[in-house]
């Protein structure tokens, strides 16, 4: 699995596969009236781009290929699913996954940047490229489709927000953290804007950076003289909003504070924190603050690979085996309050106060190597059971099955991530108006307006309900960790918490279980954020093969 490598392959890297040959592995025929409503790539690529109705599946092509399995990888490459999980959770601070720790350490512990020829390197170079080299092709050619001018602003303006987007993910994993970057004069990846396929240098981390901006800024401008939006529901789809999140997103890394404050407040207009019930539901289809996703439903299921089939509490994993559905860092739960509704959704200790849980011989005969709870362990323990099995029951959100029936239980283990099909048929959010709020509260306490950054975190965490006893008044250094601490929790799970720790710069600390945390040994460690080639994967060498041109200087 992890020496497998693209060269010699049909889908090889096509220097930042950017071939409409690469392309058109997604834009493939297929029947059925759901292709009005859900993702697909039902059209062929002689005619892609003949009217706006065609290109308008392109577009819907795109959304599909976010959450759809690329064959020239190992079983579980299916975009959005391996990005949030092996590369934006496993190896960050606030996830922990037990039973997998010993196999997966070297990833957990950041030991792959380096290593070029492995899928986990070329696999976000691949991915990322093939949404780009989709979205180029719809932004060369849509002016050219049969079709209403508005329609063609509107597409064309998707096509760009992809493209954004794509190029936003692409810097996070192969360029330096922006303070790294001696402004923006370091490497960044190969900027390709068109269908060509030829050499071509590496940009600098500034230019790419200007481009993000600049197809933004496009994207926003056609939007806005197209007037239309998407349709009510298609949340895989993008609009508006998701371009000035996106924005917003590319600010934020680029530590371009005020332009990230200014469009993650525009990202979520008319995108409302979502209720405490709406919390509890289960995460697995859209609530109101569904910025963008990606389409979930038994239609387009993608089986054992999908998120909701290893990470949903009741989906196949942990409805089936002792691996469970991952938990989150105790050290981070121990400093939230119990009446907080995020954290009803772990299973952390204050829930089961008749047992006590810093006495050495509950916590051996418990938790053990992998901090389980098991039903075939010591009486002890069997009550222990018996009390997480009922509190796990009582989480049951309305409509769907019960979570961990495998009987398998962890401290920390989560009830967030729910399926509502088998094995894990659910949507999958990429984008959500708590996330733009938290970007305001970190741009605004860099930008030295802590009382900006205070009234953030209160309309996130009161004003929400999600703790109507909260209340901030910290400043300075406390203020941050606030931040960090409240972006961990509210968005634990979502793919995001590496990146955090890369843009903060910010040393992993994990405790294990004989001290205190809930991290099992191979993986309670300490990342420091200067090391491991400053959190930075090298261009894959199926890429630096195939396009010498990385190599070389750019022209000036």
Known sequence: EISCSLVGSEMCIRDSSGSLLLASS???????????????????????????????????????????????????????????????????????????????????????YTQKSTTYCAYPWYYYYTLISNANSVIMNIDGAEGPETDKAFIKAQALTYRAYAYTQLMEFYTYRWSDTQNGTTNGVVLRLDESTGEMPLSTVMECYNQIYQDCKDAISLYTQSGKDRESGKVWLPNLNVAYAVYARAALNRQDYQTALDNAKLARANYPLMSNAEYKSGFCKPTSEWIFGSYGDGTEN?????????????????????????????????????????????????????????????????????????????????????????????????????????????????????????????????????????????????????????????????????????????????????????????????????????????????????????????????????????????????ETNYNPGINKPQEK
């Open 26 to 112: 997604m834009m493939v025929s297929c029947a059925g009236d759901y292709l009005d409503t859900a993702p697909t790539s039902s059209v062929g690529s002689v005619d892609a781009f003949a009217t706006t109705e065609n290109a308008a599946m392109v577009i819907n092509g795109i959304a599909q290929a976010m959450c759809y399995q690329q064959f020239a990888f190992s079983q579980g490459y299916c975009g959005e699913n391996q990005i949030k999980t092996v590369f934006g959770e496993y190896p960050s601070q606030n996830f922990v996954y037990n039973m997998f720790a010993p196999g997966w350490a070297p990833i957990f512990n950041g030991e792959y």
């Open 302 to 542: 993608m089986w054992y690979w999908t998120f909701g089939t290893q990470f949903g509490c009741n989906g196949y994993y942990a409805n089936n085996t002792e691996y469970g559905a991952g938990a989150i860092d105790r050290t981070l739960t121990d400093k939230i309050p119990d009446n907080d509704v995020r954290k009803s959704l772990f299973l952390t200790t204050d829930k089961f106060p008749g047992f006590d849980w810093t006495d050495e011989n509950v916590l051996n005969q418990t938790y053990a190597y992998f901090g389980t709870v098991k039903d075939s362990k010591p009486v002890t323990t069997t009550e222990i059971w018996k009390a997480v099995n009922a509190y796990v029951t009582s989480m049951t959100p309305s409509g769907l099955t019960e979570a961990y029936q495998s009987g398998y239980y962890y401290l920390g283990g989560q009830l967030k991530f729910w399926v509502f099909d088998t094995p894990g048929v659910s949507y999958l959010c990429h984008i959500r108006s708590s996330e733009m709020l938290l970007i305001e509260a970190e741009a605004n306490y860099f930008l030295h307006n802590e009382p900006a950054a205070q009234e953030a975190l209160i309309e996130l965490n009161a004003t929400s309900g999600r703790n109507p006893e909260y209340t901030c008044n910290k400043t300075g250094e406390e203020l941050f960790q606030e931040i960090v601490d409240y972006r961990g929790l509210e968005l634990w799970g979502e793919g995001f918490n590496w990146y955090d720790y890369k843009r903060w710069n910010k040393d992993i600390v994990r405790v294990g279980i004989p001290d205190g945390g809930n991290v099992h040994a191979a993986t309670a460690t300490t990342v420091t954020a200067t090391g491991h080639n400053n959190w930075t994967w090298e261009i894959p060498e199926a």
